[in-house]
């Protein structure tokens, strides 16, 4: 039997997408949880529960059980993000909030994080997640990130990771990461991109949703960041991901001083 493929109906994908990360919000256990899914964003892996979250915060309080094992990334974009006190952080595609909560740690009580996602159900487990740890100034927003809730210019960085790829057209998420950012400010993004076009067999909800079907290539990934006007555009980590066709990339780049 063929698996019908969605590739070609945005709505259909965005539907899919919100109805995964909505059950995976519900779930009680983390990403490694048995049925009725495996996981949430990517199989088969070198590490299938998803994203590498710090251990502690910086007063060595460490992060409770349950909530390191609720990332669904796929890389670290706040190592290569060198935060600073003082600075205001936005993630795209917060799900959880646990890269919010880890900037909202290094950025300290003068900065901000703000955590936007489009899953009703991830930002009320964020907004829990936050009244628990006490992070008063990590906040979590309803949204598209292609049509971000936030001002021009009042980012000094953008944080993404493992999101862009479930985007039908990643263009419009770059570019809403521009238009947020002040003159100087850096984006870091983890995500999943392939070695090449994916075969059409990709193109499935489970896949897609699973942060698989969405995949591009690096190149064209690449391309699309500095097409949005970043500079100094580079990828600062690489690992295997899932098969052998993807593999995860920490891409960092910077929006000019000047226009
Ligand atoms: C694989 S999870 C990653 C969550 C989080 N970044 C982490 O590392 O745990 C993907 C998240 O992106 C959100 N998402 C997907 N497409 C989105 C969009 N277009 N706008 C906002 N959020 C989106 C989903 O709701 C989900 O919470």
Known sequence: ??????????????DAVRERYARAATRTSGCCAPAPEASCCGNAGPDPCGGEVPVA???????????????LGCGAPLEAAALRPGE??????????????????????????????????????????????????????????EHLPVADATADVVISNCVIN???????????????????????????VSREPLPEAYRTAERWTACLGGAIPE????ALVREAGFEAVEVVARRPYADGRLFSVTVRGHKPVRA
């Open 88 to 145: 205001t952080v936005v993630d795209l595609g917060s799900g959880a909030g646990l890269d919010v909560f880890f900037a909202a740690d290094r950025v300290g009580p003068a900065g901000r994080a703000i955590g936007v996602d489009m899953t009703p159900e991830m930002v009320a487990k964020a907004r829990a997640n936050r009244e628990r740890l006490g992070i008063a100034q990590a906040e979590f927003r309803l949204g598209e990130i």
């Open 57 to 71: 915060f910086t007063d060595g309080r460490a992060l409770p059980g349950d909530l390191a094992s609720a990332s």
């Open 166 to 192: 479930l985007l039908p057209d990643k263009r419009p998420a770059f570019g809403e990461a521009h238009r947020v950012l002040r003159p100087g400010g850096r984006l870091v993004v983890s995500d999943i």
């Open 219 to 222: 190149d064209e990934y690449l």
């Open 1 to 14: 039997m063929t698996v019908p493929t969605i590739a070609m109906d945005p709505q259909a994908i965005r």
